[in-house]
């Protein structure tokens, strides 16, 4: 299978700082997604991006397929931003999509 | 609400007991999938649905689990004579080409 990289692991900001975290795949993907998952355990939809650039007020993704890496960039965070962020990826020919571990942030006022 | 659906969202069970789960997924997609989520761990993949075939099971799924979408729409994943390993959140997407994967809310299942 794909193999999904997060990091950092953990993250703790304070409020109104930004930060960026990073996904690094093994293969070449058809689809990748950044997910945020709340304290209740949905995951929630950020971005679907397997290339290119997109911007969602104060979240943006880049993704550079041909490098087999993506960027999630959260701009003047708030307590509300934490939570884990998973990316996830599908590979060419499978329905399956590949999960990292996620990246743990917590935003303090 | 035109999200994807669980249900139960908390099952609590004795160990022994066989439980069912229940997903709807968005109705205009026809791709189904079952994911199991442990603590500190991203979700793994089970099982997946093109409307009613099921066209790919992960190794996870044992012997125990069995998932079935009879007419394309909801799904149901069984789990027969649980064990304490099979405590997870069992999460449940649908796809579209153009949006990717919609996550319901998961059901958390404890076995004790």
């Known amino acids: 299978g794909i193999q999904v990289e997060q990091s950092p692991p953990d993250l703790i900001l304070q409020e109104g700082a930004n930060s960026t975290l990073r996904c690094n795949f093994s293969?070449?993907?058809?689809?990748l997604q950044w997910f945020h998952q709340n304290p209740w355990g949905q995951l929630i939809n950020l971005f679907y991006i397997p290339s290119g650039t997109k911007q969602n007020g104060r979240l943006s993704a880049t993704t550079v397929a041909t490098e087999r890496y993506s960027l999630l960039y959260i701009s003047s965070s708030q307590t509300t931003d934490s939570g884990v962020y998973f990316c996830a990826v599908r590979g060419s020919t499978l329905g399956r999509l590949y999960f990292g571990r996620g990246t743990q942030l917590t935003v303090w006022p | 609400d035109t999200g994807v659906s669980q249900d139960p969202r908390h099952k609590i069970t004795k160990r022994g007991q066989n439980v069912t789960f229940r997903c709807d997924p968005i109705s205009e997609h026809n791709r189904l999938y079952w994911y199991r989520q442990t603590l500190g761990q991203g979700p793994e993949f089970l099982t997946y649905f093109q409307n009613e075939a099921q066209l790919e099971k992960s190794r996870l799924l044992s012997d125990r689990f069995s998932a079935e979408r009879p007419k394309g729409s909801f799904s149901t994943l069984e789990i027969q004579r649980t064990e304490q390993g099979d405590s997870a959140m069992y999460l449940c997407a649908s796809r579209s080409p153009s949006y990717g994967y919609t996550f319901g809310s998961g059901t958390r299942l404890t076995v004790v």
């Open positions: 293969d070449s993907v058809n689809n």
